[in-house]
């Protein structure tokens, strides 16, 4: 998969991770769709390092294989840490 295909496939996983981490966290979030976009895809690399440090591929594995269940689940988990810093941090804005 060339640069292009890549990051294509980063922004549409980051899409579905973000949009999934949204509806699983409680609570109303202050934030729009590319936003959740954008923590998906941090989030998606806050769970590769998550997996990691429990023996995983890391994000290397995220980098190879973006598909695989293992993947979405970690990504979804990262994404919900970083929505959750994301809100603690804006906060009383707006």
Do not use: C, E, F
Not at 21 to 50: C, D, E, N, T
Not at 83 to 90: H, P, R, S
């Amino acid at each position: 998969m060339g640069l292009i295909g890549l990051l294509i496939s980063w922004l549409i996983i980051g899409a579905v991770i973000g949009l999934l981490a949204r509806a699983i966290m409680p609570g109303k979030q202050a934030m729009g769709l590319g936003m959740s976009i954008v923590l998906g895809v941090v989030g998606a690399i806050v769970g590769g390092l998550i997996g990691a440090l429990l023996g995983g591929d890391g994000v290397s594995g995220i980098m190879s294989n973006p598909w695989s269940l293992g993947t979405v689940l970690l990504g979804i988990l990262g994404a919900i840490i970083v929505m959750v810093v994301y809100g603690l941090a804006t906060r009383g804005r707006a």
